[in-house]
């Protein structure tokens, strides 16, 4: 599912949205760069939305700094059914 479509329904500013998808696409880098299992194409699609719901959640909440919403979005994708999955914020 592409980061379009779950922000239909949302109202973001423009650096917000510049934030979210440079965030999303840095993330989603790092996941490719992994030769992780989430990358092959029977699961990459869940994975993508997983990693850019988590990351519109985060900001939503008011977490701006991308390199926490990167490391948190990637922690929570390896641990998906932990709710707290999410590192400290300094």
Request: aromatic share 4%; net charge negative; proline share 4%.
């Amino acid at each position: 599912m592409p980061m379009d479509s779950l922000l239909a329904n949302k109202a973001f500013d423009a650096e917000t949205t510049h934030l979210l998808a440079s965030t999303f696409d840095a993330a989603w880098q790092r996941v490719e760069a992994s030769d992780n299992l989430l990358t092959d194409q029977r699961y990459a699609a869940s994975a993508r939305e997983l990693l850019a719901k988590c990351i519109i959640a985060m900001v939503q909440q008011g977490e701006r700094d991308p390199n926490r919403l990167i490391m948190n979005a990637l922690l929570r994708l390896a641990h998906p059914n932990s709710a707290d999955a999410k590192l400290p914020t300094a």
